[in-house]
């Protein structure tokens, strides 16, 4: 058995190391006229700001350029972990907003704010409402480079699909220079989408940048166990942080681009 898992862990390893070329989600990035770089990261529940992009945060948030922003739509209060610790839904929502702060402060985000909207929920929320409200966020951040999640969503979870959705929307309203998708390389992909959730249509992106976050591991172990819930709570999230934290590499797909001049 430790056999295998060893063959399992090296296959994954090379497939998250496909030759995608290396670089920066701030290249070709205008910093404002304060001389900063607003990075505002969007996603749909608390934990997924850490999964398949912390490392990629934590090296943003050393940049003495970047004033990092975390956005989160859901509470996360549907998690198995709420029957695993016999609580109710309302108290694993407020025990998961907690646990994103905490994630945000190792991060190194300047502000972490959470909208609320029910775990599993945002595909029934008001959707003229869910938008204004990320575009107002957007704005109020003055964000110049945003990152969500793909359009599939890398697990095809509908609150994913949704967030994508609803932030690419956001860019396309705000002077935001760069759109970049959180994606895996199609490898890795193909592997994940054994345990997707839907067969959803939607487009599973191709990552066109891939971030060396060997030096931000430890941090991002760190980001990643802030959410204690799920870290000891919640089996397939428990099983997903320790298969994300083999990686050395964090995948995006470049999804919009503007000129920086504000």
């Known amino acids: 058995m430790r056999a295998l898992r060893t063959v399992v862990c090296l296959a994954l390893g090379l497939a998250g190391c496909a030759g995608y070329p290396e670089g920066s989600l701030l290249d070709g990035v205008r910093p404002g006229a304060d001389c900063r770089i607003n990075v505002m990261a969007v996603f749909a529940h608390p934990d997924d700001e850490s999964f398949y992009t912390g490392g990629t945060l934590i090296k943003l948030g050393k940049d003495p350029r970047v004033r990092l922003h975390v956005l989160c739509l859901t509470n996360g209060n549907m998690d198995e972990a709420k029957d695993n610790l016999g609580i109710t839904r309302e108290m694993l929502g407020r025990m998961r907003v907690k646990e994103l702060e905490s994630a945000a402060m190792v991060l190194g985000a ?140 964090e995948h995006f797909a470049l999804a919009g681009a503007r000129d920086g001049v504000k």
């Open 110 to 249: 300047s502000t972490a704010a959470c909208m609320g909207y029910d775990d599993q929920g945002l595909a029934g929320a008001d959707g003229a409402e869910l938008s204004a409200r990320v575009e107002d966020a957007v704005r109020k951040a003055g964000a110049d480079v945003i990152i969500t999640h793909d359009p599939y969503g890398l697990s095809g979870h509908e609150d994913h699909i949704v967030c994508s959705r609803v932030a690419t929307a956001a860019f396309s309203e705000t002077d935001a220079q760069r759109l970049y998708y959180v994606t895996m390389s199609p490898a890795r992909y193909r592997f994940n989408l054994l345990f997707a959730l839907s067969d959803s249509p939607a487009e599973k992106s191709v990552p066109t940048v891939r971030v060396n976050i060997r030096a931000e591991k430890t941090m991002k172990r760190l980001a990643l166990y802030a959410h204690v819930t799920q870290h000891h709570f919640s089996f397939w999230n428990a099983l997903a942080m320790r298969e994300d934290l083999l990686f050395d590499y």
